[in-house]
């Protein structure tokens, strides 16, 4: 069963540690509390801004942006620079005029984006975070929840581009400023995990005197992903790796599929060939609530001849109702009877699933 709260882990006001896969809650405390979250806040804008734009659009900096109070990418009034370099500011300097910048661009104003962001909450199923700003400058009416902000950057991970930001150790960016003249910026992240923390691909750090020190961090090892949401915690760093230590001890690696597992036959008469997975495909889980279905994308009827190893259809695995992950199905030789191919079940693939599942 799922340990949910960790009592020697009290530093933190609310805590959530997710299994980023299947976006099982592994450990929680005080997770659906509302609670300012300062610049974890970015994420969201950074998941708006990529939604929006492409990374070379050309962001013209206003002087607004430049005096937006609290951290800064060190942008300047007129100056050019790609949405690409923006948004690395954004997440390795936490730029609060990089956030400013990013919502002109897009919206035109910070109102009109915010709405972006609180739409984009709304449809991930977020109840308990509302944004007043890209930045998350502190406001009464500016909060989150441990575990919905762990389910923003889960979501959030699933694009490359943000796990390609969000990772990087340091940057160098360029502006081209209204007199012609090119000036560089480099950011370094200030997220240390990411070299004292094993596997860690970093996110993003917070804080404003209302939220206190609020992390978000996703560290993955040997395909195995945890997401760990602290906020309001004077020690977040030793929190982190505290929870990602008893997350990994505690996970167990589950078989969905094998590779060579027989999905079905394709038969003609007294010949049949047997369709097999061609990859094994399995998931670390810390508890027992997950509920794991595997759906066959399979042909009622195969066109042949079909050659050993050619792909005909494939395996999708779900977990809580949700994708996690897909497996090609193959033919296991070369099949070219004459007449119709017919497919059935493979009996041994559905008794050995049933068997897999409640082990």
Request: net charge negative; hydrophobic share 35%; charged share 25%.
């Amino acid at each position: 069963m799922t340990q949910k709260t960790i009592a020697d882990t009290a530093t933190a006001k609310s805590y959530c540690v997710m299994n980023s896969l299947t976006g099982e809650i592994v450990f929680e405390n005080n997770a659906d509390t509302r609670l300012p979250m300062a610049s974890t806040t970015k994420i969201m804008t950074l998941l708006v801004a990529l939604k929006n734009s492409k990374p070379d659009d050309i962001v013209t900096v206003s002087r607004e942006a430049t005096l937006e109070e609290g951290s800064s990418a060190y942008l300047k009034p007129g100056a050019k620079i790609t949405m690409r370099d923006v948004c690395y500011g954004l997440m390795l300097n936490s730029g609060n005029d990089a956030a400013v910048a990013i919502a002109e661009y897009i919206s035109g104003n910070t109102d009109s984006f915010v709405k972006l962001m609180n739409d984009t909450a709304k449809t991930l199923g977020m109840k308990n975070t509302h944004f007043i700003t890209p930045n998350g400058l502190h406001d009464d009416e500016h909060y989150t929840t441990a575990k919905e902000l762990a389910k923003m950057t889960r979501y959030a991970l699933k694009n490359e581009t943000v796990r390609e930001i969000v990772s990087s150790r340091s940057y160098t960016s360029s502006m081209k400023m209204p007199d012609g003249t090119v000036e560089n910026v480099e950011y370094i992240n200030h997220n240390r995990l990411l070299k004292e923390l094993d596997g860690c691909i970093g996110v993003k750090t917070g804080f404003t005197k209302a939220a206190g020190r609020c992390l978000v961090s996703a560290i993955n090892r040997d395909g195995a992903e945890y997401i760990i949401v602290t906020l309001n915690d004077p020690d977040d760093w030793k929190t982190h790796k505290e929870l990602c230590e008893k997350a990994f001890e505690g996970g167990i690696k589950r078989i969905i599929i094998k590779k060579g597992d027989c999905m079905k036959h394709a038969v003609y008469e007294k010949e049949e060939c047997a369709l097999v997975t061609t990859d094994d495909f399995s998931v670390v889980v810390n508890g027992n609530e997950n509920n794991f279905e595997v759906v066959k994308h399979l042909p009622k009827t195969i066109d042949f001849p079909f050659n050993k190893g050619e792909k005909v259809g494939y395996i999708e695995i779900n977990a809580n109702g949700e994708i996690i992950g897909t497996v090609d199905v193959v033919s296991e030789c070369d099949f070219n009877p004459s007449g119709e191919a017919k497919v059935k079940n493979c009996f041994m693939f559905t008794f050995l699933n049933i068997l897999r599942n409640l082990i």
